[in-house]
C-alpha cells in the first residue's frame, strides 16, 4: 500500500495568471524508485486528465499537450517525492490535482487506470 500526499506552494494554491506554482506529493513507501509516477487534474463538470509522468529513475518525461513547455515533472528517489512546477499558469489550469503512483510499465501511465494509487488532491486556482 502507497500512501501520497500532495501539498501546494502558499497561499493555498491561489495565483494569478502568469504565476508559478510548484506541488509536491510525498509518498509512503520504501519501494518509490520502482514506481512510475503521474500527475493528473480534474475540473469541476470534466473528467481527469493526465498532465505529466516520469519514470522509476526520472529518466524519461512525459507531458500532455496542453501544458507542454510550462509544466515540468521531476522527482528526488531519495525523498520520496515527486513535483509538479507549473509555470506560465493560465485560467484553464485551475483544477484538482492528483498525484498517482503506477506500478505498470510506461504503456500505461498517459490514462487514469494505469496507476493503482493516488493521493487526496490538491486544489490550484488561477485568476485571470
Known amino acids: 500500500q502507497v500512501q501520497l500526499v500532495e501539498s501546494g506552494g502558499p497561499g493555498g494554491g491561489l495565483v494569478q495568471a502568469g504565476d508559478s506554482l510548484r506541488l509536491s506529493c510525498a509518498a509512503s513507501?520504501?519501494?518509490?524508485?520502482?514506481?512510475?509516477m503521474g500527475w493528473f487534474r480534474q475540473a469541476p463538470g470534466k473528467e481527469r486528465e493526465f498532465v505529466a509522468a516520469i519514470s522509476w529513475s526520472g529518466g524519461s518525461t512525459y507531458y500532455a499537450d496542453s501544458v507542454k513547455g510550462r509544466f515540468s515533472i521531476s522527482r528526488d528517489n531519495a525523498k520520496n517525492t515527486v513535483y509538479l512546477q507549473m509555470n506560465s499558469l493560465k485560467p484553464e489550469d485551475t483544477a484538482v490535482y492528483y498525484c498517482a503512483a503506477s506500478g505498470y510499465d510506461s504503456s500505461w501511465w498517459l490514462q487514469a487506470r494505469g496507476y493503482e494509487y493516488w493521493g487526496q488532491g490538491t486544489q490550484v486556482t488561477v485568476s485571470s
Open positions: 513507501t520504501r519501494t518509490f524508485s520502482s514506481y512510475g
